[in-house]
């Protein structure tokens, strides 16, 4: 693989835990309570930006798991990490 390959794939890792460090921070710190009314100053969720958010953290797992390298001991943590987000996503679009 060459340097610039390599240097692709940890822009294109990087990027991906990112989005999915704050995809799982919005979705437990932001989102409201679904479809029902809202109460003063509770903020309505949007269902769309959820499903991009699991695409997101999806890549970023097959990313990590096709990667030949463990991240210096990282990868096995980030990848549960990202399993259980996305597993608490799919329960909160199931259970809106």
Do not use: Y
Request: aromatic fraction near 4%.
């Amino acid at each position: 693989m060459s340097n610039e390959e390599v240097k692709t794939r940890r822009t294109v890792l990087t990027n991906a835990l990112g989005v999915a460090a704050v995809a799982g921070v919005a979705a437990f710190t932001n989102f409201g309570t679904g479809t029902t009314p809202t109460m003063a100053g509770e903020r309505r969720w949007d269902r769309e930006k959820v499903k991009r958010a699991i695409a997101s953290l999806e890549e970023a797992r097959d990313e990590l798991k096709a990667a030949d390298r463990d991240f210096h001991g990282h990868k096995e943590e980030a990848l549960a990490s990202l399993e259980h987000s996305l597993h608490q996503l799919h329960v909160i679009l199931e259970n809106e």
